[in-house]
Nanobody, 119 residues
């Protein structure tokens, strides 16, 4: 079994910054893609950013230049540095890992962490 634990969400004023973290633990052979998604009230879950094992990154257009995704493979952890936050970034943020376990590759999601940006 694999568990994901997120941290770093909270309330911030517009223009502020937050750093999210998500660590995986359990029966992990390796981790392929790590990423962050978010879901605002009344909206579908959307991609924020992903990062591959080799460090290649991809961002949703509205996050480019403001958000930075990174990973520490030694700690099975992914980070999301969010700068210049605005109220439209208010959402529950979920981390995502594609993990190789004994039975093959599985997708895992964190429980979500709330980010609220006040105007």
């Amino acid at each position: 079994q694999v568990q994901l634990v997120e941290s770093g969400g909270g309330l911030v004023q517009a223009g502020g910054s937050l750093r999210l973290s998500c660590a995986a633990s359990g029966s992990i052979f390796s981790i392929d893609v790590m990423g962050w998604y978010r879901q605002a009230p009344g909206k579908q879950r959307e991609l924020v950013a992903i990062i591959t094992t080799g460090g290649s990154t991809s961002y949703a257009d509205s996050m480019k230049g403001r958000f930075t995704i990174s990973r520490d493979n030694t700690k099975n952890t992914v980070y999301l540095q969010m700068n210049s936050l605005n109220p439209e970034d208010t959402a529950v943020y979920y981390c995502y890992f594609r993990v190789r376990v004994t039975s093959g590759w599985n997708n895992y999601w964190g429980p979500g962490t709330q980010v609220t940006v006040s105007s």
